[in-house]
């Protein structure tokens, strides 16, 4: 289970990281939503990867800790308002520039 959660977090955080550097607004958009997604299941993971095992300290021998799934919440809430905000903003730039390039500039061979 750990190593496909791992394989899996390798694998979004590549994708990420290769669609950032692409030249054009949209692939950098989708390439930080893609590196928020595996950011939020690592910090889910470090509450550990157990099921059926409460919240509540006291009700059982072991607990699973609830500030991982807080951060995460937070994080999802606060990842939607900027992707919200960049995409007005990648709109606002192709309005002006008339180019979807992240610099403003095509550059042709």
């Known amino acids: 289970m750990e190593a496909l959660f791992?394989?899996?977090?390798?694998?979004?955080?590549?994708?990420?990281?290769?669609?950032l550097?692409?030249?054009?607004?949209?692939?950098?958009?989708?390439?930080?939503?893609?590196?928020s997604y595996?950011?939020?299941l690592f910090l889910l993971a470090m509450g550990r990867l157990s099921t059926g095992i409460p919240a509540i300290i006291g009700q059982s021998q072991s607990y699973t800790d609830?500030?991982?799934?807080?951060?995460?919440?937070t994080a999802i809430v606060i990842g939607f308002a900027m992707t919200a905000f960049v995409v007005v903003l990648a709109l606002r730039s192709v309005g002006e520039t008339k180019?979807?390039?992240?610099?403003?500039q095509e550059r042709r061979p």
Do not use: C, E, K
């Open 66 to 73: 609830p500030l991982p799934q807080a951060l995460v919440l």
């Open 38 to 40: 595996a950011v939020n």
């Open 99 to 104: 180019t979807d390039h992240v610099d403003g």
């Open 6 to 19: 791992a394989l899996t977090l390798g694998i979004l955080t590549a994708s990420g990281v290769y669609l």
């Open 21 to 35: 550097l692409r030249a054009r607004t949209f692939p950098v958009v989708m390439g930080l939503t893609l590196i």
